[in-house]
T-cell receptor, first 115, second 108 residues
Framework: DTAVSQTPKYLVTQMGNDKSIKCEQNLGHDTMYWYKQDSKKFLKIMFSYNNKELIINETVPNRFSPKSPDKAHLNLHINSLELGDSAVYFC??????????????FGPGTRLTVL | KNEVEQSPQNLTAQEGEFITINCSYSVGISALHWLQQHPGGGIVSLFMLSSGKKKHGRLIATINIQEKHSSLHITASHPRDSAVYICAVRSTGNQFYFGTGTSLTVIP
């Protein structure tokens, strides 16, 4: 069974469109993350939720909006897509115990291409 | 200047060699992570450290909190170890910082 899954794996869309990427984890973790990896392969965190509450919200355009309907899901909605949004987006999850976040498990990534 | 610096950026080794990748950071941390990104793009967490040393098979990770430095060692390297290795830290302020990665190629 896949621990952290993302859909879709590939997403090709036109500038100006609105799209969503879904993430689900079946590990029983209480914390989920979204990362962006740019064309130079540099990883950057975008958001993190713990028990459906936003705990990390990096400097990201407000066109990006995370939504966590429950602890097992963290979706990423992007409005008015721009060329610069083209990247690979990774979802991850971990467990918070004793005030410390444990190691993260990553999804396979979603390659977004904006034309 | 990036809060996390890795060296070397690129590394080519012969199969069987002992490999070391270094990571230095400039912020106070609650944990340091070593990640492996395969050529296919998938990311795997290798280690999470806050002190001392950890070992998984042929991989060893060490951290020196006072010197703000960590090393990832691979003993008896194998072509399947070829990947990008990324150092990441979670600061005490709950920020994440990533190194730019070390691209390792192990030649048979």
């Amino acid at each position: 069974d896949t621990a952290v899954s993302q859909t879709p794996k590939y997403l090709v869309t036109q500038m100006g469109n609105d799209k969503s990427i879904k993430c689900e984890q079946n590990l029983g973790h209480d914390t989920m993350y979204w990362y962006k990896q740019d064309s130079k392969k540099f990883l950057k965190i975008m958001f993190s939720y713990n028990n459906k509450e936003l705990i990390i919200n990096e400097t990201v355009p407000n066109r990006f909006s995370p939504k966590s309907p429950d602890k097992a899901h963290l979706n990423l909605h992007i409005n008015s897509l721009e060329l610069g949004d083209s990247a690979v987006y990774f979802c991850a999850s971990s467990f918070l115990a004793g005030g410390y976040y444990n190691e993260q498990f990553f999804g396979p990534g979603t390659r977004l291409t904006v034309l | 200047k990036n809060e996390v610096e890795q060296s070397p950026q690129n590394l080519t080794a012969q199969e069987g060699e002992f490999i070391t990748i270094n990571c230095s950071y400039s912020v106070g941390i609650s944990a340091l992570h070593w990640l492996q990104q395969h050529p296919g793009g998938g990311i795997v967490s290798l280690f999470m450290l806050s002190s001392g040393k950890k070992k998984h098979g042929r991989l060893i990770a060490t951290i020196n909190i006072q010197e703000k430095h960590s090393s990832l060692h691979i003993t008896a390297s194998h072509p399947r170890d070829s990947a990008v290795y990324i150092c990441a830290v979670r600061s005490t302020g709950n920020q994440f910082y990533f190194g730019t990665g070390t691209s390792l190629t192990v030649i048979p």
